[in-house]
Each structure stands twice: as structure tokens, then as C-alpha cells.
């Protein structure tokens, strides 16, 4: 299960949820970390100061703008995508596409290039259609009936396709894939949908929440499995790194738990959606982003079906999932420490 040392390894996205906890786990195992982002003032706000760690600026749309930040490294863990951004309305889907799925062929040429050997690709669990309780999905799953539909599980697929045919005529580049779940946990700047249904909870804002369910994980158990995937992961070898399933009340009831408020009721499906209209209507109204989305309430009732294993991350990689209760009350203790969330016992 060893592979080789990891000295110095480059961190794209690592302003985001995963990528900040990626620049921890480096730094926590002694490794030299390249932190790559649009935004140097931003980084240094968020992540720690540390004399292993090296702030480089640069879009991943662009490579002349970080070919230099690759060179003498051992490792590119790639986790800048465009996510957030997407289950917000006014999506940008040039864009999508453009850093979802032409960067990646690009960072790989400029990886080969800098005589990098690995990169990590932080892909999606949705890429998988559902397994079910009896038969979960596995990372042999195909795209789910329609996957097209949806432009950013689209640009994933493309994403794993396009890796699929550069590694095809480039074999020296080692790309392992890891297929994250629905991530939460501390470090959740942006905030992602995660971090805003955090926040909603904890400050009493949001009621009630569909009858859903998803795979929920933690972004640090996920950062260790991009980093074990850097390590000794094979090439175009998936890893789901999925977490549990459980229903959506029981992530909200962890949520009020862990900041001591009371949770939202449970509603049906199809009235969220119609709830979700009238948040995103609100939220236009009073130029504010919403605290829920159509597009991330289908994304929520997509989940409700499947059920996916993530036995071969566990097994071949060594990367266990904490208890969420933990990460719901770092997360709290997070928010805190951030200003975004009141301290415990203060005003909301
Ligand atoms: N969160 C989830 O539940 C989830 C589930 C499955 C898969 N994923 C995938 O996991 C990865 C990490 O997601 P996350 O939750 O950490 O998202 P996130 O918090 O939104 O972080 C995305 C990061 O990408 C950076 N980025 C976006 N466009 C860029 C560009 N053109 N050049 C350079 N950096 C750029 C952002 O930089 P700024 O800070 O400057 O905006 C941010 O640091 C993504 O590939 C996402 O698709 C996420």
C-alpha cells in the first residue's frame, strides 16, 4: 500500500473546501505544499501560516499562469473546479466546461511537461448511475440514464473521458481519480451548498427540509484520500470516497445538535421544490444568494435513490470515515472562530 515519499506537491482549488484541507494534510505529514489560487490575499486569510507551505497565483484556465509553480513537483492534487458557482442561478456554462473539463487536459500536458508523475483528479460521485441497499454502486458504475442533463455531472464525465484518452497516449502520467460524496466539515470559505445549509440551520433560517437522502463525508477524510491516491493509487484507477448515506433530517438534526438550536422538520419531496422557487425568488429579490436551489434540491432527491460503496478506498488505500457527529461540531467550532456563526450561547 506504500508508494513513493511525497516531498512537494501542488494544490489547485486549495481556497476551497477540499483543497484547504488537502494544504493540512500535506503539512500535517511533514509535506512541502504548493498552494495554487486565484487569489493570494485570499489564501493567506484561510490557510495556515506554515514555512512549508508556498502561495502561488494562477488559473487553472490558464496555464502559462502556473506552469512555473509545477516544476520539481513530486504530486498535482487538482481539486479547483467550478462547483459553487453552479448551484447558484445564472450558472456560466462556457466556463463550466472550460475549467471542468479543458483545464484538466491542459494541467496534465503542463504536468507532463514539468515532469510531474501524478495527478489527482477530484471527480464526482455523481458520475456513478445508483446502486441500490442490496447492490450498492461501485467505481465500475457507468454514467447514470441522461447524465448530459446535468451540465456540471456532464462536465465531470467529459472530464474522466478526456483524462482517460491523454493517459492513453501518455503512460509515464500516473492519474488516480477520487469520486467524492457530498462533502462538509471546517475550512468551507465559500461557502459551498454544505456550508449555506450549515449556516441556515445554525442561525434558524431554514424550517424544513425535503424527505431526501445522500453520501455524506467529511472534506479531511476525503483530502486523505487524494493524498494516499498521490502516494499509491493506480492510473485511471476510480476511489469513491462517498462517506454514509443517510437522510437529509438526520445531516440537519447533526447540524442543530452540534450548534444547540432545533433542527428542520422534514417535508415531501415535491413541496421542496416548489419551496426551493420561492427561496431562489426571495433571495433575487433581495440580491442575496439563496440558502437552497432547484437545481441543488433535484441534486438532493437524486441522491434519496442511490447507494454507493466506498469499500475500495478503504481497503486498497487505507482511509477510514470519522463519525459525523465530529464533523458537524468542528465545523461549528469553525464557523465560530470565522465570525460567520455567533459563539456558542451568543446571539445569532
Ligand atoms: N463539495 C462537494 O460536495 C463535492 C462533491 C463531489 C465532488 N466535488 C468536487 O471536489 C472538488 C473540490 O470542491 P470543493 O467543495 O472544495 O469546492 P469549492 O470550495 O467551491 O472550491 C473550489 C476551488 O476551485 C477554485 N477555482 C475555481 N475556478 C478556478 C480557476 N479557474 N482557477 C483556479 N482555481 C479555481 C476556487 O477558487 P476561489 O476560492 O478563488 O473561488 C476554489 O478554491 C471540485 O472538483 C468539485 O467539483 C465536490
Redesign the pocket.
Known amino acids: 500500500m506504500t508508494g513513493p515519499v511525497l516531498r512537494r506537491v501542488v494544490v489547485?482549488?486549495?481556497?476551497?473546501?477540499?483543497?484547504s484541507a488537502v494544504v493540512a494534510r500535506l503539512l500535517a505529514d511533514g509535506t512541502e505544499a504548493v498552494a495554487?489560487?486565484?487569489?493570494a490575499d485570499?489564501a493567506r486569510r484561510l490557510l495556515p501560516g506554515d514555512e512549508r507551505l508556498t502561495v502561488a497565483v494562477?488559473?487553472?484556465?490558464d496555464p502559462a499562469s502556473y506552469r512555473k509553480a509545477l516544476t520539481g513537483a513530486d504530486a498535482v492534487i487538482h481539486?479547483?473546479?467550478?462547483?459553487?458557482e453552479y448551484y447558484q442561478p445564472g450558472a456560466d456554462l462556457p466556463r463550466l466546461f472550460r475549467?471542468?473539463v479543458d483545464?484538466v487536459t491542459d494541467l496534465l500536458r503542463a504536468a507532463v511537461d514539468a515532469s510531474v508523475p501524478v495527478v489527482v483528479q477530484?471527480?464526482?460521485?455523481?458520475t456513478l448511475a445508483s446502486g441500490t441497499e442490496e447492490a450498492p454502486a461501485d467505481e465500475s458504475a457507468p454514467p447514470p440514464p441522461g447524465w448530459e442533463r446535468n451540465a456540471y455531472r456532464a462536465s465531470?464525465v467529459r472530464a474522466e473521458r478526456a483524462i482517460t484518452a491523454f493517459v492513453g497516449k501518455e503512460k509515464d502520467l500516473r492519474v488516480p481519480l477520487v469520486l467524492?460524496?457530498?462533502?462538509w466539515g471546517p475550512g468551507?470559505a465559500?461557502p459551498?451548498s454544505?456550508g449555506r445549509l450549515f449556516l441556515s440551520v445554525a442561525k434558524g433560517a431554514l424550517r424544513a427540509v425535503p424527505r431526501a437522502g445522500n453520501h455524506v463525508v467529511d472534506?479531511r477524510d476525503v483530502a486523505a484520500a487524494c493524498v494516499r491516491a498521490a502516494e499509491s493509487g493506480q492510473s485511471l484507477r476510480r476511489y469513491i470516497a462517498a462517506g454514509r448515506w443517510q437522510r437529509l433530517s438526520a445531516t440537519t438534526q447533526g447540524v442543530a445538535d452540534a450548534v444547540g438550536v432545533s433542527a428542520p422538520r422534514e417535508i415531501p419531496a415535491a413541496a421542496a421544490l416548489t419551496f426551493a422557487t420561492l427561496l431562489e425568488t426571495s433571495a433575487k429579490l433581495r440580491r442575496r444568494e439563496p440558502v437552497a436551489t432547484r437545481e441543488g434540491v433535484r441534486v438532493l432527491l437524486d441522491g434519496n435513490r442511490t447507494r454507493i460503496s466506498s469499500a475500495r478506498l478503504q481497503s486498497e488505500l487505507g482511509v477510514e470515515f470519522r463519525p459525523l457527529s465530529e464533523t458537524f461540531a468542528d465545523e461549528a467550532a469553525y464557523y465560530r472562530a470565522t465570525g460567520l456563526l455567533a459563539p456558542a450561547g451568543g446571539a445569532a
Do not use: C, E, H
Not at 12 to 19: E, P
Not at 122 to 126: A, G, L, M, Q
Not at 180 to 183: A, D, R, S, V
Open positions: 489547485t482549488g486549495a481556497t476551497g473546501l477540499l483543497g495554487l489560487v486565484r487569489d485570499k494562477g488559473d487553472v484556465t481539486t479547483a473546479a467550478y462547483f459553487r475549467t471542468n483545464a477530484t471527480s464526482s460521485i455523481n465531470k467524492p460524496g457530498w462533502m468551507d465559500g459551498t454544505a472534506a
